[in-house]
Antibody, heavy 128, light 108 residues
Framework: EVQLVESGGGLVQPGGSLRLSCAASGFTFSRYWMNWVRQAPGKGLEWVANIKQDGSEKYYVDSVKGRFTISRDNAKNSLDLQMNSLRAEDTAVYYC?????????????????????WGQGTMVTVSS | DIQMTQSPSSLSASVGDRVTITCQASQDMSNNLNWYQQKPGKAPKLLIYDVSNLETGVPSRFSGSGSGTDFTFTISSLQPEDIATYYCQQYDNLPPLTFGGGTKVEIK
């Protein structure tokens, strides 16, 4: 079964740090772009960051640049999000999501950029 | 950044009704637009990619259309299990990828 399972959420004080992890199974993790998407309580979806198959490209939404770092370990089928200098407005459910862009043994597909597999989410609460 | 304005923000319709949601982009786009369904307490689910392509396993009552700045998502005959919030998402100009504000669909 294709699956993503997030962990690492919790309550943290403003200015603190937290590291989220996402464990992938049931597919060849190293062949896909991966993303973090968040959803503040009662609000809509916000894309946070993504990372290329080999980790050579990483992109972030402006509001987290310089504070969050996305990384992956293809040997462990794991995606991480290191979150520093956390603010109240970072409070949200954080989802990892697989991107449709993948590389086969011979070709890489650059579209669509659609999130076809999602984890169940992990809650991050930033509060004193 | 491309802003996606979704409307309405909520709607109430009867079972069997045709439901239409629109998503307007702040600038001209290619067909780089997707639609997701999110049921309460659940992760989003990809329904349609590239404006009109139905994801595998998604019922044919769901459809998408549009071009340029105006895109439409339609449920041809609303079913009780379609109660959810629906989001459009663009990937035409990134980063960032951006989502619309969502449309909450309820049964009348």
């Amino acid at each position: 079964e294709v699956q993503l399972v997030e962990s690492g959420g919790g309550l943290v004080q403003p200015g603190g740090s937290l590291r989220l992890s996402c464990a992938a199974s049931g597919f060849t993790f190293s062949r896909y772009w991966m993303n973090w998407v968040r959803q503040a309580p009662g609000k809509g979806l916000e894309w946070v960051a993504n990372i290329k198959q080999d980790g050579s490209e990483k992109y972030y939404v402006d509001s987290v640049k310089g504070r969050f770092t996305i990384s992956r370990d293809n040997a462990k089928n794991s995606l991480d999000l290191q979150m520093n200098s956390l603010r109240a407005e970072d409070t949200a459910v954080y989802y990892c999501a697989r991107d449709r862009r993948y590389c086969s043994s011979t070709s890489c597909y650059v579209s669509p950029i659609a999130f076809d597999i999602w984890g169940q989410g992990t809650m991050v609460t930033v509060s004193s | 950044d491309i802003q996606m304005t979704q409307s309405p923000s909520s709607l109430s319709a009867s079972v069997g009704d045709r439901v239409t949601i629109t998503c307007q982009a702040s600038q001209d786009m290619s067909n780089n637009l997707n639609w997701y369904q999110q049921k309460p307490g659940k992760a989003p689910k990809l329904l349609i990619y590239d404006v009109s392509n139905l994801e595998t396993g998604v019922p044919s009552r769901f459809s998408g259309s549009g071009s340029g700045t105006d895109f439409t998502f339609t449920i041809s005959s609303l079913q009780p299990e379609d109660i959810a919030t629906y989001y459009c998402q663009q990937y035409d100009n990134l980063p960032p990828l951006t989502f619309g504000g969502g449309t909450k669909v309820e049964i009348k």
